[in-house]
C-alpha cells in the first residue's frame, strides 16, 4: 500500500508517479498538487492572474487576489458605465478600467471631458452646460433695440429671454438711444 510519502512502500523499485514531486514545489499529485508540472500551483498557494491554478481550488486565476475593476465602455470614450462594474483577471469585451461614465452612449460625455453648449453633461457633473467652453455674453434689452445693459450681463450657452449678445447701451428704456 502507497501512503503518498514519496518512498517505495510496494517494493515495486520506485514510488508510484503520483507520490514524486516533479516541479520541486513541495507538494505530490496524492497530497493535492493540481499541477505536477508547474511550481506555481499547489494547495495554500495564493491565487493570482497568470493563467495557472495556483492554488487548486477553483480553476485558474478564479478569485485572484490581484483581480482589477472593469466596466463596459459602449461608446468608446474609454470610460465605462458604473452599472456594469465586474471584477477578473481578463476585462470582459469592451471593458475599461475607469468608471464614472454619465452617458456611455455618448462618445463626448465622460468625468472631466470638456463642458460645451449642446444641452449635454459633457463632464459628468450632474451640471448641463455648466461652465461650457463655448458660453457667450448676454445683455438684458428691455427697450428691443438690439443693444442690452451692460449692467445686465450673463453668460450662458443660450440667451435668457429678452437678451441680446451686445452690450453698451446707456438708456434701456428708450428705444432710440
Not at 130 to 151: F, L, P, Q
Request: aromatic content about 6%.
Amino acid at each position: 500500500t502507497e501512503l503518498c510519502d514519496g518512498f517505495d512502500n510496494d517494493c515495486s523499485g520506485a514510488p508510484n508517479a503520483d507520490e514524486v514531486d516533479a516541479d520541486g514545489d513541495g507538494f505530490m499529485v496524492c497530497a493535492g498538487d493540481c499541477d505536477d508540472t508547474q511550481p506555481k500551483a499547489h494547495p495554500g498557494r495564493e491565487e493570482v492572474c497568470d493563467g495557472i491554478d495556483n492554488d487548486c481550488e477553483n480553476g485558474a486565476d478564479v478569485d485572484a487576489v490581484d483581480e482589477q475593476t472593469w466596466y463596459i465602455d459602449v461608446d468608446g470614450d474609454r470610460w465605462g458605465d458604473d452599472a456594469t462594474e465586474a471584477t477578473g483577471c481578463n476585462p470582459p469585451g469592451n471593458a475599461v478600467g475607469l468608471g464614472g461614465d454619465c452617458d456611455d452612449n455618448n462618445p463626448i460625455a465622460y468625468p472631466n471631458a470638456v463642458e460645451v453648449c449642446d444641452n449635454a453633461d459633457n463632464d459628468c457633473d450632474n451640471d448641463v452646460d455648466g461652465g461650457a467652453i463655448d458660453e457667450e455674453t448676454w445683455y438684458t434689452d428691455r427697450d428691443d433695440d438690439g443693444w442690452g445693459n451692460d449692467a445686465t450681463e450673463t453668460t450662458g450657452c443660450f440667451p435668457p429671454a429678452s437678451s441680446v449678445d451686445r452690450g453698451g447701451d446707456c438708456d434701456d428704456v428708450n428705444p432710440v438711444v
